[in-house]
């Protein structure tokens, strides 16, 4: 069955330091999204990306935050200088886009970022 | 999006069935119910979806009444493995696609 990978797994960094997360949605997928998941909290919506370019975002997504799909498999979540509180799960999500009816995200397994 | 409420926790032995309930009362006609399962320290899992009346997959079956202000997610025979955060959404088919999750339920089994 076809998934949704994220690398790495866990990224410790120091505050002010950019990150780069990466992701590989499934391949005939054409929308992307990030949420994140702060320790305890709710999962919170940031970003979705289609043909391109980010068709909505949340107020959490700022100017440190990007998005980027830099080829044909891999999207990004980029911070330019990360904050203490930055530190949560980062998840990737993609899901087919098909006209009419339902349409299923599908989540990968998520990026720990630990910011010092 | 419609707000959903269900409840924050519950516990159930192997081998029971649980029934998870979900309000929806301000679900409009374009939103589709959508459960999801997370594991700590891991992505929200998709489980089943459904518009009206009864789906049923492999997993689960979710029960949803006429009026849809409401749905059951039903697990059939749960094992130490189903404790989990169980989500219910509600989504849109057209428009606006990012998700909204609430506190989920918890669900612990116990042997």
């Known amino acids: 069955e076809p998934e949704v990978t994220q690398t790495p797994s866990h990224q410790v960094t120091q505050m002010g330091q950019e990150v780069i997360l990466r992701c590989v949605p499934i391949s005939n997928h054409l929308y992307f999204y990030w949420y994140r998941q702060i320790l305890g909290q709710k999962v919170e919506f940031l970003v979705s990306f289609y043909n391109n370019e980010i068709s909505e975002k949340s107020e959490i997504f700022d100017d440190q935050f990007s998005v980027e799909r830099p080829d044909g498999s891999n999207f990004t979540l980029k911070i330019r200088s990360t904050k203490l509180e930055d530190s949560a799960m980062y998840f990737c999500?993609?899901?087919?886009?098909?006209?009419?009816?339902?349409?299923?995200?599908?989540f990968g397994p998520g990026t720990r970022l630990t910011v010092l | 999006l419609a707000k959903t409420t269900q409840p924050i926790s519950m516990d159930s032995y192997e081998g029971q069935e649980v029934n998870i309930t979900c309000s929806h009362n301000n679900i409009a006609t374009n939103d589709y119910i959508t459960w999801y399962q997370q594991f700590p320290s891991q992505g929200p899992r998709f489980i089943i979806q459904?518009?009206?009346t009864k789906v049923t997959n492999e997993v689960a079956s979710l029960f949803i009444p006429a009026d849809r202000k409401s749905s059951t997610l039903s697990l059939p025979r749960v094992s130490l493995s189903d404790t989990a955060v169980y989500y219910c959404l509600v989504s849109r088919d057209t428009g606006r696609r990012a998700l909204t999750f609430g506190s989920g339920t918890r669900l612990q089994v116990q042997p």
């Open positions: 999500a993609s899901r087919t886009g098909l006209a009419g009816g339902p349409d299923t995200q599908y």
């Open positions: 459904g518009y009206k």
